[in-house]
């Protein structure tokens, strides 16, 4: 028996007594990953990325291991409820325009203390200002690096469209401009290295692209350990105090950790390990998310077809967002159809051994945005469910 194989033996003994559709956790996979993290991490502190988690038990789960410390929140309504749950140190890795939350952020001591927001631009100043509602808290705040890579004279930009600042002199005058202005405190750095992190450089029967990618990599990473240094030691100079400088993501851990210039690294999706995350050379890691379909209708030879399973990630539309079935091993998508809402055919010698009821297992293509599908996560251990924990969602949240 694979060892793929005898993960799905224990996911269906586990959840025999429990209905399809369902999404688990295995936690043994999880507390790996977590593991992983923490080793190529080399001893600085991991900052959870909770988009890529969305499940409040979790999080105090990774949260309580040696090794993390902190959260990258993705929304201001998110941050001030998780720092209201009594996560103490809670960083937006976004700009927000939310004015009722910031005013809220203004008002309360314990917020003002626990949450720092995103900022790349004065006029984001502006509005928290215009937002206060008569909240004179201190806001702490962060300031955001662009990290993409320029070529031919900046005429390729490889990365992500985030944050207008680049040089070190804009982000010392965006600095300036904090320490300027009354009621703000600036407390940290931050720079995603998204095209780094978040592209794997291994890519299964394409081998010039995979080099392709390791070869940009390489230059971007080069490129961006050298600006963000310079970029670090400018806004120091104003501002020497800083308590972080926050880079990295799963896929970079270890490289992003061996500049001195970084004192924490974010990371988040390592944990749940999606489809996204198998073409790495940096790091492999244990699939700990998944869910399952119930197998509805047998329409012929080699076919079943699973109730709903439509999951798209986001980001370009593509392939590579549609989730994968996983288990049993050998099936495929009806290239007619993909994935459907309502229902989804799947095609290979394995459906032949499925009977109205089984369970399919698939992997999302990206970690915690599978929660925005499902109320609760079955947390597995061995063959059993050790616990039932609501996500998001099951909260009754949604923050985007």
């Not at 991991?46 to 409040?56: G, I, T």
């Not at 809220?104 to 314990?110: C, N, R, T």
């Not at 300031?143 to 005429?155: A, C, K, N, Q, V």
């Not at 020497?240 to 999706?269: R, Y």
Request: a neutral charge; one cysteine or more; proline letters at 6%.
């Amino acid at each position: 028996m694979t060892a793929r194989a005898a993960d799905r033996t224990r996911y269906n003994r586990a959840t025999a007594h429990l209905d399809a559709p369902l999404a688990v956790v295995d936690l043994e996979a999880f507390d790996a990953n977590a593991d992983d993290l923490v080793s190529r991490a080399a001893g600085k502190p991991v900052r959870v990325a909770s988009k890529s988690v969305r499940c409040r038990a979790l999080l105090e789960r990774v949260l309580a291991r040696p090794g993390f410390a902190g959260i990258m929140s993705f929304t201001l309504a998110e941050s001030l409820w998780l720092a209201r749950a009594g996560f103490e140190d809670v960083l937006l890795a976004y700009p927000s325009a939310d004015r009722a939350a910031f005013a809220e952020l203004a008002g309360d001591p314990k917020l003002a203390g626990a949450v720092t927001v995103m900022v790349d631009d004065p006029s984001q100043l502006e509005l928290i200002d215009a937002a206060r509602a008569g909240g004179q808290e201190e806001i702490r705040v962060c300031l955001e690096l662009d990290t993409s890579l320029r070529l031919l004279g900046g005429r390729v930009r490889i990365g992500a469209l985030r944050s207008p600042l680049r040089s070190p002199a804009q982000l010392a005058e965006l600095a300036r401009s904090v320490a300027r202005r009354p009621g703000f405190r600036l407390v940290g750095l931050m720079a995603y290295e998204g095209h780094v992190a978040g592209v794997g450089d291994s890519v299964a029967g394409r081998p010039l692209r995979s080099r392709a990618v390791r070869l940009m990599q390489t230059a971007a990473r080069k490129e961006l350990a050298a600006r963000r240094a310079e970029v670090v030691r400018a806004v120091r100079a104003v501002t020497p105090d800083l308590e972080f400088v926050n880079g990295g993501g799963t896929g970079s851990v270890q490289h992003t950790a061996a500049e001195s210039a970084v004192t924490e690294i974010a990371a988040g999706s390592g944990l749940y390990v999606p489809r996204l995350f198998d073409n790495y050379t940096s790091f492999t890691g244990r699939p700990a998310a998944l869910f399952a379909q119930p197998v509805v209708r047998r329409p012929g030879v080699g076919v079943v077809t699973v109730l709903g399973g439509g999951y798209p990630a986001s980001g370009a539309a593509g392939r590579d967002r549609l989730p994968v079935p996983y288990l049993p091993e050998g099936l495929r998508y009806d290239p007619q159809e993909g994935p459907g809402e309502v229902q989804t055919p799947l095609l290979g010698s394995p459906a032949d051994d499925l009977l109205i009821g089984d369970k399919v297992w698939f992997r999302h293509a990206k970690a915690g945005e599978l929660c925005e599908r499902f109320d609760e996560l079955q947390l597995i251990e061995g063959d059993r469910i050790t616990a039932t924990v609501p996500t998001y969602r099951g909260e009754g949240l949604t923050f985007l």
